[in-house]
């Protein structure tokens, strides 16, 4: 009778189980400065969710979370603002991060000039890739 009622619950955690999906994917920006993606969908129906960490090994290290519910398959685009300073865009979302102290902000509408396109996290048969630019 107990058994009965295990079988099907086994095959259903064992089902979801397999659905989980997580990537990473990191780029330095300079000898002492990197950035990292975390991605995950935790069901296949469900919503991206989707951390940038930065890290200057010199003074910190912070998780940013990102607002990517609706977002179909994220890419973000990196444009350097200024020294240190960098422009990121999620669809129609915009951040800037401060490189050298790890912080970064959400904006509603783009900025101005986002500076020089530096290059994107993007998938790539299945996992996360930070393509460069060309001309960085």
Not at 59 to 76: I, N
Request: aromatic share 12%.
């Amino acid at each position: 009778m107990i058994l009965k009622r295990l079988v099907p619950l086994l095959v259903l955690t064992t089902t979801l189980s397999g659905c989980f999906r997580y990537d990473a994917a990191s780029f330095m920006a300079d000898h002492n400065t990197s950035v990292t993606l975390e991605i995950g969908k935790p069901l296949p129906w469900g919503d991206w969710k989707a951390s940038l960490i930065f890290q200057n090994a010199q003074v910190c290290q912070r998780r940013h979370s990102l607002d990517a519910a609706g977002v179909q398959s994220p890419k973000l685009d990196f444009f350097l603002t200024a020294p240190g300073l960098v422009s990121i865009r999620l669809e129609k979302l915009w951040y800037v991060a401060d490189l050298n102290n790890c912080w970064m902000q959400a904006y509603k509408d783009p900025p101005p000039s986002p500076g020089p396109y530096l290059g994107s996290f993007e998938e790539v048969s299945k996992t996360y890739v930070f393509t460069a630019s060309a001309k960085h």
